[in-house]
């Protein structure tokens, strides 16, 4: 059995740690810097929920798929996990669209399901530009907005999520996260240590972002700041950090160590996962929208009274057929991201 101390070795020391915050906030000795975690301390405790709650320590997948949707009606899909519906959308309002990474779908699905009451809080990343992002908690929905865009490096957001919880003070909180994060978060809900589960049943909902890899802090630094930065499909070959085009040879060599493990591409354990949309319409319409995969009930409720309020807009896919190309465009992808993985 892992002790503390070897979940820094086995998981800070080799790389493979995702910096995600999981174990962060709860105790004062691990902490994060820069897009790398650390432990000030040698704890030679046996049990932990920073060891339960890590996305890189063991757990039974299959088990928390069936503890959190296997009740729920949806289906689960080998390559993508648990699904109810796949939509293109994007948010109705323009100002959300012009800050957003594509569509802005999360940005008005968080804002809306705080006004909503589907939440009473939700941890976001935040960042000037798009570096040194930070998590953050947030109460108002108009402070959503704020948090939109992209910065492809991964702040220890879950930190926020554990010290909110620590307080008690909000019932429903909503984590938009990574896939990472999304499987800490489910590791959480299972409450390894019933006697101190961290209030985990006050987390409200996940909404996931699709996420093909994270980069190195200091090596995007190096790069230069950018209000957006964008990855293009495989075919471009490249980044967009505002008006400039980066090759993606200058890129690649920055991907973090920790994110070539990972077989999750589209946050298998959130309510909602969102991504840019792929579709047989090419790339020139599909950058102005998401791809919205819906998982669990309360996910639907959510997509549908945002379609039914005029909050979400909803593309068709054409046909049939065309849905049925988009939907193994985006098992193929996430089947070549795990397949990827599974080969290290």
Known sequence: MYSILELERKVVETGICTNCGACQGMCPYWKSCE????????CDRKEGRCKYFCPRMPADLDALRD?????DGCEIIPEIGPFRALYLTRATD????KNAQHGGTMTALVEFAL???FIDAAVLSKAEGTLDPAGCLVTDPAEVRECGGSSFQIPPTLAVL??????GEYKQIGVVGTPCKALAVAKMKAKPFEENDNNADNIGMVFGLFCGWGLD??????LGDADHVDILPSKFHRMDMDDRQVDLD????????????????TAEFADLSVGGARSSEGWDVDKGWNQLIVRSAKGQQLVDLAREKGVLEFREFGDEEAEAAAMNKLMRASASKREKALKL
């Open 217 to 222: 802090w200091k090596g995007l630094a190096a």
């Open 115 to 117: 006004q909503e009451g």
């Open 35 to 42: 897009g790398r975690t650390f432990v000030d301390y040698d």
């Open 250 to 265: 200058e890129v690649l060599p920055l991907v973090r160590n920790a994110c070539k493990y990972c077989d999750d591409m």
């Open 67 to 71: 503890k959190f949707f296997g009740k």
């Open 94 to 97: 323009p100002e959300i669209r």
């Open 162 to 167: 554990n010290e909110a919880l620590a307080e």
